[in-house]
């Protein structure tokens, strides 16, 4: 391990190179993207990647490493500021948060995939203000890591961890471990829920709610449809359109509510969903998947409308019984 080389630049260096990575930063190009990994509030620094033979100017780092291989990289901090600043430099594993969004662990939250394989030079790196310095970094795979892909990152921040609010700035670090890719998406938990109508005659409302896991090894997104029917496929009913779920890391789970209206109650509903994964490889070439399609079923009900029928069916009694009785006494 080496320690993280510094170098003293111009004013002018530095200014030109503080504006760079602030309008790559702007434009979303660093940082996570999601939630607390990235910049909260105003922050005095900011990062990229460093121009080596893997490129330059790269929005985050992207690999293809087959198990027991090692490769070096580093990262670029920038102090914007008029004071020394010292930051914390590790790597976390990252996941989908509630929102959609990719996010990366806490600092002292346990990391078992990237976050593990990744070790920085140092745990921290001191840059005077105006200057930068590159903080190299080392990924290496254990020789039985599983083949797929993973998603991580390389996280900065100048808090303890574990404090309220802590400012963290990160790049993500999309790898992918040589062997068989298997992608596969799964409809888990799937339930049909009936909300009739007081009308005998009208329609009511259905919700298909629905958990989406991603049962392979392929980061996958997938694109939704969502209907219900009666018996033998009659009065179907289909859902709007439906949004494609957020970037599913493998294991990841996302939980969808869609609901639908002018359902008849048909006594027997079906609802089911359909499901295409979209494998996204690292040029951002779009590729559609297999559809994989899930039904379940519910008891819809008409009780407004039996209701109708077993008044009707006592009031034709009542007046049977009266007319017989009539009968009996004439």
Not at 112 to 134: F, H, K, L, Q
Not at 165 to 175: F, K, P, S, V
Request: hydrophobic share 40%; net charge positive.
């Amino acid at each position: 391990m080496h320690p993280p080389r510094s170098r003293t630049t111009t004013p002018a260096e530095a200014l030109t190179r503080a504006a760079v990575v602030a309008l790559l930063a702007a434009l979303g190009f660093l940082g996570t993207g999601a939630g607390p990994a990235a910049a909260d509030g105003d922050v005095s620094w900011t990062i990229g990647t460093a121009s080596n033979d893997f490129g330059s100017g790269r929005q985050n780092y992207s690999y293809t490493l087959d198990p027991g291989g090692q490769l070096k990289d580093a990262l670029v901090v920038v102090n914007n500021g008029t004071t020394p600043l010292t930051l914390a430099v590790y790597a976390a594993d990252g996941f989908t948060a509630e929102g959609g969004t990719l996010d990366l662990v806490a600092r002292d939250a346990k990391s078992t995939r990237v976050g593990a394989w990744v070790r920085t030079d140092r745990p921290d790196v001191t840059v005077p203000p105006g200057e930068s310095a590159e903080v190299p970094f080392t990924l290496t795979l254990p020789a039985g890591a599983a083949p797929g892909e993973y998603m991580g990152g390389i996280v900065t921040s100048p808090k303890q961890a574990g404090e309220p609010g802590e400012r963290r700035q990160g790049i993500r670090i999309r790898l992918r471990v040589g062997g068989e890719l298997k992608p596969g998406l799964a409809v888990e938990n799937l339930r049909v829920d009936y909300k009739g109508t007081p009308n005998p005659l009208g329609k009511g409302a259905a919700t298909v709610s629905y958990t989406i896991r991603n049962t392979g090894n392929a980061i996958l997104t997938a694109r939704q449809e969502a209907s219900v029917s009666g018996p033998f496929g009659h009065l179907g009913v289909h859902a709007g359109p439906i949004g494609d779920s957020p970037r599913l890391l493998p294991g990841d789970t996302w939980k969808v509510s869609v609901p639908l209206r002018g359902v008849a109650p048909a006594l027997r509903l079906t609802g089911t969903v359909t499901l295409v994964p979209l494998l996204t490889d690292a040029s951002n070439s779009v590729a559609p998947l297999a559809a994989v399609e899930t039904t379940a079923q519910a008891w819809t009900i008409p009780w407004a409308l039996l209701l109708c029928v077993v008044v009707l069916c006592g009031l034709v009694g009542l007046a049977f019984r009266r007319r017989r009785r009539r009968s009996d006494l004439g």
